[in-house]
C-alpha cells in the first residue's frame, strides 16, 4: 500500500541530523525517545499505541533509527514511517500491562546483544508514557551503560518550523476557525453544553472539503456559566440559559499539527462584569500581537499584556502562552519556550505560539487566544475568527 | 455552584476504606495517586488536566485524602470533588513546564512540614502522567520515607463495580451504539473516512436526548482498505473504495465510564476471504459470551475463543480482551485482567470486560467486538448492535 508518512525523506534527514548533532555535544551514544510527538518528527509514525510502552531509538553511529513496539503495531509503523521494515522492533503482547513482564527487558536484551559499544544513553525523564518502571528495567537490563536526562534534546529543534510545518499548522488554523463558527453557532439558550461540544469535535474531524481534520491532543473544553472559573472542566449535559458566558477552547489539528483557539461568547446579553473582563483581555491579545517580532523575548511579552490589563485593575498570575507544533494527547504545547516572567527566549520567525492569556475571576473566566507564527518582521495568526461574539 | 460530583459521598467512603484496607496490609502510610481515573475514583476530579503533574494523596491516619494540583485546577478540584476546600492543595504556574522547578518539590516540602510520622510511601510506578523524573524530586525531597511501588492497588479495587457505576456503564453502551449506527451509516462509496470519524465522534458527544456523552479515552479507530491490518491507525482523509472494509473501533462514554465496541463494514459487497474472516470472528465472540459466567477464569476465557479460530484456520497470539470501566486517555483498558493465556483472575459478577479478539491478516484485518458486565449466571452486552452490516 502507499505510505502515509508526512514530509519529504530529506526533511526527516535534515531534523535527525540535527538531533545528532545535540546528541554528539551532550556525549550521548543512543536515544531513547518516548514522547509520541517526538517519535512521530523524527520517523513519521503515527498511531495511537502511546498507551502501551514504545520508542524511536537513536544511535549516534547509525544511519536510520529504530521503531521499538508492540508486535500489532509494527504494520501501523510500515504503514506510516519512513523506516525500512528491518528497523522495526517489537514485543508480543504477554509483555503489554503485564505484572511480571515488561517491554523494555525486551529493549535492554537486544541492545545488550546488537550494540556493544554503546556508553552513555539519554532518556526523556519529563515525556509522557515512560513510567519510573519503564527507566528502571530498561536501566536494569543495560548493564554499564549510563543513563542521562535529555529531555527537550528533540523538542528544543522543534522550536523552529520548517515552510512544510508551517503548512499544515495554516491547515489546522483553517480547521479552527471552522470548529470556532460550529460551536458558536450552536451557542443557544436550551441548548446543551455537550451539544455545542458535538458541533465542534464533528467540525474538527471534518475539516474542510480540501482535507480532513485529524484529532486534537485536547478535547474541546467548554466550561459554561459558574463553571467558566475552571479552565480544564471539559463540558457537561447541562442547559445553556440566557446571559451563561461560554468559554469554547480548542484547536483544529492537520496531521497532527495543532493550530489551537479559544473564545468566550454568552448566550444572549453579556453581564457587564464579563464586558470589562472581555474588553480587557481582547486590549491585551491585540496588544500583544502588535508587539511581537523577532528579537523580542518571552517574557517581554508577558509585560507587555501585564501592562495592558493593569491598567483595567486585573492581574493573571499564570503564564499567557507556549509553543506549539506536532503533537499527541495529553497536551498540544511544546513544553520548551513559554510566555512568561523568566523566560528568557528570544523570537524567532518561524517559531509558533499559542497565545491564551486568560482571566479567570471567583465566580467567572474570559479566555480570548490566538496561535501565532513569528514572521519576519511580525507575526501572522493561523486562524482568521473574530474575537468577540454574543449569540 | 451546584457540585458536579457523580456518586453520592457514601460510595466515595466505600472505595476509600478498601483503599486503606490494602494500605494496612501493605504498610503503607500515605499513597500518592497519578493515574486521573485513580484520582476521579476516590475524589471525583475531572479535568483535563493531567497534562501538568497532579495527585491524590491518601494518608492512613487521615479521613479525607488531599488533592494536589496547579493552582489554575483548583477552581475544578472544587466543583468536581467531594473534597473540603481545605484538602486542595497547589503549586504555582511558575512550576509547569519549567527546566529548573519540579511540582514535586512543592509536594514533597508540604508533607516535610506537615505530616512528620510518614514512613513508607506508595507511587504509581507504571501509572500514565508519573514521570522518573516526578519520582526523582519527590522520592528526594521526602528525606527518610521509604518508596514502594504501589501500582495497580486502585485498579484492582475498581475489577468489581457498583451498580451505580454498572448504571453508568449501561448509558455507555447506549451511547456507543448511536455511535457506531452514525459510523456505519457514514459508510459510502466516495465518502472520507474522516467524515466517518466526524460522525462518530458526533454522536459520542451529543449522547442520548436523556443524557450527554462524555469524551471516551481514545479517540475513533477508524483504518480502512489494506489499512485494517494496522489496529491502531486513527483515520486519513481517503476515500472509500467499493468493496473496501472499515474496522470501527469506538466506546461510548458516560461520566469517564466506558463501554467500547469494534465492527467491520464494508462499503457494497465484500470479498469472500473478508466474509470468511468475519465468521470466524463472530462465532467466536458469539461462543465466548455462551461460556462466561462466575467462575471461568480470564485464560479459559482465551481458551474457548482459540478453539473456534483454529477450527477456521486462523490463529491470534494477543489477548482477546480486558477489563473496562471509569478511565482517562490514553487507555479505556483497567491494566488489571485480560483475557489471554496465564491470566488466572476468576471472573465474578460486576467484573466488566472488552471483548475484542480481532484477527490482522497480512493485508487485511476484522475486528468485531463487545463490551459485558459479568451477571449472577451470565454475562450482559452494554450495547445491543447488529454483528455485521454491509453498507
Redesign the interface.
Known amino acids: ?1 502507499r505510505s ?1 508518512t508526512v514530509f519529504p525523506k530529506e526533511e526527516y534527514a535534515g531534523r535527525l541530523k540535527k538531533v545528532k548533532d545535540k546528541m554528539a555535544e551532550n556525549g550521548i551514544d543512543v536515544l531513547f525517545l518516548s514522547d509520541p510527538a517526538n517519535m512521530n518528527y523524527l520517523t513519521g509514525y ?6 502501551v510502552p514504545q520508542m524511536v531509538i537513536i544511535f549516534l553511529e547509525d544511519e536510520e533509527p529504530y521503531w521499538f513496539g508492540r ?3 509494527v ?2 509503523a ?3 514511517s519512513w523506516l525500512s521494515p528491518c528497523r522495526l522492533l517489537s514485543y ?3 509483555y ?2 503485564s ?1 511480571t513482564k515488561h517491554p523494555m527487558e525486551v529493549l535492554a536484551a537486544w541492545l545488550t546483544q546488537h550494540k556493544k559499544n554503546v556508553k552513555r544513553a539519554g ?1 526523556e ?12 528495567r530498561l536501566e536494569s537490563g543495560c548493564k554499564g551503560i549510563t543513563f542521562i ?1 535529555a ?2 534534546l528533540v523538542n528544543e529543534i522543534r522550536l523552529i518550523k520548517s515552510k512544510n510545518e508551517i503548512g499544515y499548522m495554516k491547515k489546522a488554523g483553517q480547521i479552527a476557525a471552522l470548529a470556532m463558527e460550529a460551536g458558536v453557532n450552536a451557542v443557544k439558550e436550551g441548548a ?4 455545542v ?3 465542534v ?7 474542510t472539503d480540501q ?5 486534537p491532543s ?2 474541546p ?1 467548554i466550561p459554561a ?3 467558566t ?9 447541562e442547559k445553556i440559559k440566557a446571559g451563561d458566558p461560554l468559554i469554547i477552547e480548542l484547536a483544529g489539528c492537520c496531521s497532527r499539527y495543532h493550530a489551537p483557539l479559544a473564545r468566550t461568547v454568552t448566550a444572549g446579553k453579556p453581564e457587564p462584569e464579563f464586558k470589562r473582563l472581555s474588553a480587557a483581555v481582547i486590549e491585551g491579545v491585540e496588544t500583544v500581537l502588535d508587539y511581537i517580532k523577532p528579537g523580542v523575548t518571552c517574557e517581554e511579552v508577558e509585560q507587555k499584556w501585564q501592562s495592558v490589563i493593569a491598567r483595567y485593575g486585573f492581574c493573571k ?3 499567557i502562552g ?1 509553543s506549539i507544533g506536532i503533537n499527541y ?3 498540544w ?1 511544546e ?1 520548551t519556550a ?1 510566555l ?3 523566560d528568557k527566549t528570544v523570537l524567532r520567525p518561524n517559531m509558533a505560539f499559542h497565545l491564551i492569556p486568560g482571566i ?1 475571576l471567583e465566580e467567572m473566566g474570559v479566555e480570548i487566544s490566538e496561535s501565532f507564527v513569528v514572521t519576519k518582521n511580525g507575526c501572522e495568526t493561523l486562524s482568521k475568527y473574530p474575537q468577540i461574539e454574543e449569540t
Chains 1, 2 share one sequence.
Open positions: 500500500m502515509l503515527d498511531g495511537w499505541s502511546f498507551y508486535a500489532q503495531d504494520n501501523g510500515r504503514a506510516t508480543s503482547d504477554e503489554v500491562h505484572t532518556v525523564m519529563e515525556a509522557y508514557y515512560f513510567s519510573p518502571r519503564a527507566l528502571e536526562d529531555n527537550l446543551r453544553v455537550c451539544d461540544a458535538a458541533a469535535s464533528q467540525a474538527q474531524i471534518r475539516g482535507f480532513g481534520g485529524d484529532y485536547i478535547v473544553l456559566g459558574a463553571l472559573y475552571a479552565p480544564h472542566v471539559t463540558w457537561t449535559d498570575d499564570s503564564r507556549y494527547p495529553p497536551d504545547g513544553h513559554s512568561r516572567p523568566g479567570w
